[in-house]
């Protein structure tokens, strides 16, 4: 199944629009990721520890909205956007990614 952010796809015209898909995926951090990345914060650079679970967020997200679309008979889901959250208080930090698009029929 095609997953783009664009409206189209160069050479396969929509032939059928099936609705608006969405998949979310939450993910807890931790104490020792939120301990790292304090520690990354103060003095700079990158939060390996971060960037690993926002990508498998992120995959999560993705792999259900093609899940959902799926479920539509979609051949490509179009206009694909991210969205990231941080949700909780200080002590129970979690990520939010949720990926929505438009699933579609290709010609």
Same mark, same amino acid.
């Given at each position: ?49 971060? &960037?690993? %679970?926002? /990508?498998?967020? @992120?995959?999560?997200? +993705?792999a259900?909205?093609?899940?959902? =679309?799926?479920? $539509? !008979? ?10 990231y &959250?941080? %949700?909780? /208080?200080?002590? @129970?930090?979690?990520? +939010? ?5 438009? =699933?579609?029929? $290709? !010609?």
């Amino acid at each position: 199944m095609i997953i783009t952010t664009t409206d189209a796809i160069e050479g396969r015209p929509v032939t059928a629009y099936l609705g608006i898909v969405s998949g979310d995926a939450v993910m807890g951090t931790n104490i020792f990721r939120d301990i790292l990345a304090n520690i990354r914060d103060i003095v700079g650079g990158r939060s390996g520890s971060y &960037e690993n %679970i926002l /990508g498998e967020a @992120k995959d999560a997200a +993705l792999a259900a909205l093609q899940a959902n =679309a799926a479920r $539509l !008979g979609a051949d490509a889901v179009v206009a694909v956007d991210l969205d990231y &959250e941080v %949700i909780g /208080g200080d002590s @129970k930090t979690m990520l +939010l990614v949720s990926a929505n698009g438009t =699933a579609v029929k $290709l !010609g």
